[in-house]
């Protein structure tokens, strides 16, 4: 009777009328992110502004890179005659492998495409290296150093090598234009979180003797 209430606006158009706080601040995220990466890429071809730093910047590149690092632990594994190093060596492996694992998986989840400017003349790709997130040279780099700072004796002028590399690995990563601020950024805290879990699930001749019975 008379006039009635009108009729509410759909679900639907009401989140588009009024967009969560969330969404509004994961979108501002994304835009500064894809921002800022473009503006770091400064090596990102020859022409760039730093393009001469490029050589330099791939032999940063290829240090982080999984193949030389699981080359050289498998090779170090091999010529080793302490039961000690081997032991810290396997455990080298397990964590590299353990790494490369990972982070496919999580790649293969977001499929988040590489920057537009980045230039596909990456060392040895294959497979989800087509996507960016996360930053696998990042999160090898920081599984990397945190596992070195705590099974080798460093002076503290080498400690700190140690960690000026994974940095380094980090930033060339946007320098490069090979991937967004933020793959490297989570690429970091993952390698960093990761490593307590192989601090986690250690191998040793107790836990897994039938594993070093091989070596």
């Not at 790649?107 to 495409?113: A, E």
């Not at 080798?152 to 080498?158: D, I, M, Q, R, T």
Request: glycine residues 8%; positive net charge.
């Amino acid at each position: 009777p008379g006039s009635s209430a009108a009729a509410p606006l759909p679900e639907e158009d009401c989140m588009k009328l009024n967009p969560s706080f969330l969404g509004i601040a994961l979108s501002s995220l994304l835009a500064i992110d894809l921002w800022a990466s473009k503006r770091l890429g400064v090596c990102a071809g020859e022409g760039s502004a730093w393009g001469s730093a490029r050589p330099l910047m791939k032999v940063v590149e290829v240090s982080g890179h999984g193949i030389p690092w699981l080359l050289g632990t498998f090779y170090g594994l091999c010529q080793s005659d302490s039961s000690a190093t081997r032991e810290v060596l396997l455990n080298l492996l397990f964590a590299l492998l353990l790494d490369l694992v990972l982070v496919a998986v999580v790649k293969g989840l977001v499929k988040r495409r590489r920057p537009t400017h980045n230039k596909m003349d990456m060392f040895v790709t294959i497979s989800v290296d087509k996507y960016s997130f996360p930053s696998g040279h990042a999160t090898r780099a920081a599984l990397v150093c945190r596992f070195v700072l705590h099974h080798l004796v460093l002076a503290v002028p080498l400690r700190v090598l140690v960690v000026l590399w994974a940095l380094i690995v980090g930033i060339s990563r946007v320098m490069l234009g090979r991937h967004n601020v933020t793959d490297v950024l989570f690429g970091l805290l993952l390698g960093y979180a990761l490593y307590g879990v192989v601090e986690y699930c250690w191998l040793s001749p107790l836990s897994a003797p039938a594993l070093f019975a091989l070596w």
